[in-house]
Structures are given as structure tokens and as C-alpha cells.
């Protein structure tokens, strides 16, 4: 099992910056990649970005975030980032951090992110 912690949601108002972090707890040597996903209201849940947890091979959802999102990670604390910057309105939604790993999936419960304009 994966417990996963999704942190750094909040309020912030359009051109401003947001750095949401997942936290992995538990039987994390069986990661493999971990990635972003984000749910508006009364839409489907969308891919953000990913990451390979060996190779460092990043994702991403090409279009509107494309130059402004910056996905990493730390390994040692088995932690990932997720740098959002010139955030717009249409940026707001519960963001999910996905873990795979090699016997299950894992999903944390979500953080909100709110961009005002």
C-alpha cells in the first residue's frame, strides 16, 4: 500500500504562482511514476503532467499549460512538486496526484486550487 498527500492548494489571483507538493508514504519502492491530475466543476478529470520516478522523464498536457506548469520530484523524501505559474481563472480546480506503482494504482484525496480574476 501507497498512502499519498496532496498540499499547497489555495487562493491566488490570475498571474500569480502556486507550488502544490505529493507527499508517498508506505511501500514506495514499488513506484515507478507519479503524475497530476486535475477535476473542474461538472468536468472530467484531466491529465496535468507525470514523471518517471528513475529516469526522470516528464509529461505533459500540451495546450494552455504548456510553459507554465513545471512538474518534479524529490526522491529521498518521495516527494512531488508541481511549480504553477501565470496561473488563469480556468486553472481552478481539485488537483489529484496519481501514483503508479507496480502492483496498484494510488490517489491522494485532492487539493483546490482557486484562481481569481
Known amino acids: 500500500q501507497v498512502q499519498v498527500v496532496e498540499s499547497g492548494g489555495g487562493l491566488v489571483q490570475a498571474g500569480g504562482s502556486l507550488r502544490l507538493s505529493c507527499a508517498a508514504s508506505?511501500?514506495?519502492?514499488?513506484?515507478?511514476?507519479m503524475g497530476w491530475f486535475r477535476q473542474a466543476p461538472e468536468k472530467e478529470r484531466e491529465f496535468v503532467a507525470s514523471?518517471?520516478?528513475?529516469?526522470?522523464?516528464?509529461?505533459y498536457y500540451t495546450g494552455s499549460l504548456k510553459g507554465r506548469f513545471t512538474i518534479s520530484r524529490d526522491n529521498a523524501n518521495n516527494t512531488m512538486y508541481l511549480q504553477m505559474n501565470s496561473l488563469k481563472p480556468e486553472d481552478t480546480a481539485v488537483y489529484y496526484c496519481?501514483?503508479?506503482?507496480?502492483?496498484?494504482?494510488?490517489w491522494g484525496q485532492g487539493t483546490q486550487v482557486t484562481v481569481s480574476s
Open positions: 496519481k501514483v503508479d506503482g507496480r502492483d496498484s494504482n494510488y
Open positions: 514523471i518517471d520516478w528513475n529516469s526522470r522523464k516528464t509529461s
Open positions: 508506505g511501500r514506495t519502492v514499488s513506484i515507478y511514476r
